[in-house]
Antibody
């Protein structure tokens, strides 16, 4: 059974870089045709897709965050990571990682990790 | 960006009654070459991550009870919960995957009346 688990600091100072890791178990990050994504949810609000990395390391990001986001993978650890630079209070959210199931183009997310809350505050 | 608008924001339904959630996209998410609607539905219970219910607008994910039904095409979609159960209390989101950026609706909160 595929499972994902996010990890990282729960508090980040404004202007610094938020760094999170997602560990995948029950499956391989580098499995052909697999994609992995990050989604966030500000407190009391809806869901925002951040970006996705492919099994081959290709990445694509939502335009509004593209200048600040980097998603990378470490296949030896079966982990993928999110870095978001120059954070502000608006980046406070629960951050989820998920498998991004793509077929005939884009796709949906399943399963999701439990999520990790990140607060941006000095 | 494709904007996804859900309605209502919340609804209260009696146990055993029907709940209907609407999702409208700002442009069609029907891909003409394969006649598929690029739309998914998720359920999020308090303190939990979203759970996939439906993809391709009407294909139920394995293990999802058949009281959950997705319908619609083009720009207008509906998630129907027939015979609402107590465990269905949650926020429901639609998501389009027709184009980047992938976008979600604002959510509809379903409660028991």
């Amino acid at each position: 059974q595929l499972q994902l688990q996010e990890a990282g600091p729960g508090l980040v100072k404004p202007s610094e870089t938020l760094s999170l890791t997602c560990t995948v178990s029950g499956g391989s990050l580098s499995s052909s045709g697999s994609y992995w994504g990050w989604i966030r949810q500000p407190p009391g609000k809806g869901l925002e897709w951040i970006g996705t990395i492919s099994y081959s390391g290709g990445t694509y990001y939502t335009l509004s965050l593209k200048s600040r986001v980097t998603i990378s993978a470490d296949t030896s650890k079966n982990q993928f990571s999110l870095k978001l630079s120059s954070v502000t209070a608006a980046d406070t959210a629960v951050y989820y990682c998920a498998r991004h199931l793509r077929t005939y183009g884009q796709g949906w997310f399943d399963p999701w990790g439990q999520g990790t809350p990140v607060t941006v505050s000095s | 960006d494709i904007v996804m608008t859900q309605s209502p924001d919340s609804l209260a339904v009696s146990l055993g009654a029907r709940a209907t959630i609407n999702c409208k996209s700002s442009q069609s998410v029907l891909y003409s070459s394969n006649n598929k609607n690029y739309l998914a539905w998720y359920q999020q219970k308090p303190g939990q991550p979203p759970k996939l219910l439906i993809y391709w607008a009407s294909t139920r994910e394995s293990g999802v009870p058949d009281r959950f039904t997705g319908s619609g095409s083009g720009t207008d979609f509906t998630l129907t919960i027939t015979s609402l159960q107590a465990e269905d209390v949650a926020v429901y989101y639609c998501q389009q995957y027709y184009s980047n950026p992938l976008t979600f609706g604002g959510g509809t909160k379903v409660e028991i009346k």
